[in-house]
């Protein structure tokens, strides 16, 4: 089942009852949805190897009547198009610069049955990405250019594995690519399985010291921008129904 079905089903069972007469002419919820994931598609850039952005910052604009329509459904119908944007990322290998914002606006501009939508990826022009390490659910920043992890207290990270050298392995990062480098360890080193002295580190590879793993992932990271002001002309949509 697509994500489009999957969405539809959840709509369905929300408009059921009270709701159903509400969408017998203009705007349906799907169409809403179609053109959120159009948008992303549209808006897709790739900024580094295997990263590509699309934008976080969504507006769904409608004519007034159909505005009022879609009010009927309250927060069912935000949090429905904020997993399906999420949802659909996700299958498509995007990546957000920051948390999904997503909000319904009422448009006098566009007649009943119009859907326009507008986006802005939070900050595009100050998105960077950092390289990172996950151990045992927690991130630790590569802060610097060496980043040494092992069970010593004078290692950068210091992890509780009795299968560890002091100074274990050491991560090379340089904004754009890292390498992962045994310190001589007793017990060795595995990248993705295999017996590694030193070698290039890819995204979402796994570095395994003793038992524990640890993972690489570059992010994104932008800076805060302040929010544009509202247009007088445009009512934001109530997640309580009201406009």
Do not use: C
């Amino acid at each position: 089942m697509g994500l489009l079905d999957s969405f539809e089903k959840g709509i369905e069972r929300a408009v059921n009852g009270a709701f159903a007469k509400t969408f017998r002419s203009g705007v349906q919820p799907v169409e809403i949805a179609s053109a959120l994931r159009s948008e992303l598609d549209t808006k897709a850039a790739v900024v580094s190897r295997d990263r590509i952005l699309v934008p976080n910052t969504l507006v769904v604009r409608l004519a007034p009547a159909d505005h009022e329509r879609m009010g009927a459904l309250g927060r069912t119908l935000h949090d429905e198009l904020v997993q399906l944007v999420e949802g659909h990322a996700k299958a498509q290998q995007y990546s957000f610069a920051g948390p999904v914002s997503l909000a319904i606006n009422s448009d006098e501009s566009l007649t009943t049955g119009t859907v326009r939508v507008d986006s802005q990826s939070a900050g595009t022009e100050d998105v960077s990405w950092h390289g990172v390490v996950e151990i045992d659910g927690h991130q630790h920043p590569l802060a610097s250019s060496r980043t040494v992890i092992g069970r010593g207290t004078d290692a950068d990270i210091t992890i509780s594995d009795a299968g560890t050298s002091r100074r274990h392995v050491e991560i090379l990062w340089d904004g754009r690519r890292a390498m992962v480098r045994d310190l001589g360890s007793t017990n060795g080193t595995q990248l993705n399985g295999q017996k590694v002295s030193e070698a290039a580190l890819e995204p979402d590879s796994v570095v395994t010291i003793g038992r524990t793993r640890i993972t690489f992932r570059v992010v994104a990271q932008a800076s805060r921008i302040p929010p544009r002001p509202q247009d007088p002309a445009t009512r934001l949509f109530d997640l309580g129904g009201q406009a």
